[in-house]
């Protein structure tokens, strides 16, 4: 039996989407899965184990990304078709079953409204799947020790706590014990960003650069004993990967973009929801929470 099941483009919503296939691959142990999604979001699916088919799709003039998907899947008879994107493709598609989730935005967390799409009872949530080789990869590169992973880059300015203050939290969490890694995605602008910390933080710390493929910063992600970042992709993968992980939210609404898991926590500039300068979240604050994660005593993240 076969399920397609049509992935978010955006790293962060790919993420999100994976409890949902873990969901499905648990319901369906013996499905093979075509999975499809766009070039960023590639590396969450590529170690699935029912992954039969990875198909990357990108944006085309005239939407003919999607008639190049059909004539890839219109020979096929699937069992099930899930499309997260909210396409009519399913409805030109041999499929006995259709998923079909609309887009637009919605009360409450994205995860949730997955949830209640699929008529889930308990929210599945995001995990990665990371190859036995990548595991070897990250244990070359962090051996055992106290690791303090920080995200400084985001999608959009906005969104970007300063540099000095991500700085000081390493400054901070240094005199505990803790040495600093900074992960962030491909590009210049990615790099530069990073840059503006990397140079001032202790001599120790590491950059890892922004040419890994996801399932290595996943398996580098869980070496760590904390990670502390920008509403991001990397924040939701980090989440997802079972690694402490806490939030840092400004203009963006930490109500439905929070990072899931059991050890994900979330924190907020003070202001109304959606609109307040992430500058106004202070090292102080954030100190005290990612302190409080590592010793166990915060409060993860519910709506």
Not at 101 to 111: L, Q, T
Not at 194 to 209: H, K, N, S, T, Y
Request: proline share 5%; aromatic share 8%.
């Amino acid at each position: 039996m076969r399920i397609l099941f049509i992935a978010s483009n955006r790293l962060g919503d790919a993420v999100i989407s994976t409890g949902i296939l873990d969901a499905l691959q648990k319901r369906y142990p013996k499905a093979l899965f075509t999975i499809v999604c766009g070039p960023v979001a590639a590396g969450v699916f590529e170690a699935h184990p029912q992954c039969e088919r990875l198909i990357v799709m990108e944006k085309q003039k005239y939407d003919r990304h999607w008639i190049d998907l059909w004539m890839q899947c219109i020979s096929i008879a699937w069992v099930l078709t899930v499309d997260l994107r909210g396409s009519l493709l399913s409805a030109f598609l041999w499929s006995r079953q259709r998923i079909i989730v609309r887009g637009g935005r919605r009360k409450g967390r994205k995860i949730e409204q997955l949830a209640r799409a699929l008529k889930y009872d308990t929210v599945p949530m995001p995990r990665v799947w990371i190859s036995q080789r990548q595991k070897e990869y990250a244990a070359r590169i962090l051996p055992e020790g106290k690791w303090l992973a920080l995200g400084p880059t985001a999608n959009w300015d906005g969104k970007i706590w300063p540099a000095n203050r991500f700085v000081g939290l390493a400054q901070a969490l240094q005199e505990k014990g803790y040495r600093t890694v900074v992960i962030y995605g491909p590009g210049d602008r990615e790099r530069r960003i990073a840059r503006a910390v990397l140079q001032d933080l202790p001599p120790d710390a590491i950059d890892l650069g922004g040419d890994h493929t996801i399932g290595e910063v996943a398996a580098l992600l869980q070496k760590c004993q904390l990670f502390v970042g920008n509403d991001s992709g990397l924040m939701h993968l980090a989440a997802a990967a079972g690694v402490p992980t806490l939030g840092l939210f400004g203009p963006s609404k930490m109500s439905e973009y929070a990072p899931a898991g059991e050890r994900a926590y979330a924190i907020a500039a003070p202001g109304l929801e959606g609109e307040a300068p992430i500058d106004g979240l202070q090292i102080k604050n954030v100190v005290q929470v990612a302190c409080d994660i590592l010793n166990n005593q915060a409060q993860s993240f519910k709506t």
